[in-house]
């Protein structure tokens, strides 16, 4: 396929193809957190019938650390990544707090 000369049509060309990538990144973001969340929501059900804390302080601890170090390694800011595991991390315990109510 021949590129397209003009600066503004490549512009558009490239900010298609960028688009295009994000939107399938953003699927398998969307997917990857559903099936977080089915293991999160089965961990639940376990600590709720083995009368275990909906938190564990320990383990966030460990996995901030390992998730920051990877963020480390993959370019991506590591407090941004600890922001964000934190997010998802207080959802998750919303969800262990109402199965054990
Ligand atoms: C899923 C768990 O429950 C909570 C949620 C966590 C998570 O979303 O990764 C980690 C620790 C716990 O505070 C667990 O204990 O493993």
């Given at each position: 396929m021949?590129?397209?000369?003009?600066?503004v049509a490549r512009a558009a060309a490239l900010l298609k193809?960028?688009?295009?990538?994000?939107?399938?990144?953003?699927?398998?973001?969307?997917?990857t957190l559903a099936e977080r969340f089915k293991h999160t929501q089965a961990v639940g059900?376990?600590?709720a019938t083995h009368d275990l804390p909906p938190s564990d302080?320990?383990?966030?601890?460990?996995?901030?650390a390992r998730l920051k170090d990877l963020a480390n390694t993959a370019?991506?800011?590591p407090e941004f990544a600890e922001k964000f595991l934190n997010f998802i991390i207080q959802e998750v315990i919303k969800h262990h707090e109402q199965h054990q109510s």
């Open positions: 021949t590129e397209p000369q003009d600066p193809e960028h688009r295009h990538s994000i939107d399938r990144l953003d699927a398998i973001l969307v997917f059900l376990l600590k302080p320990a383990r966030e601890e460990q996995q901030i370019d991506l800011d």
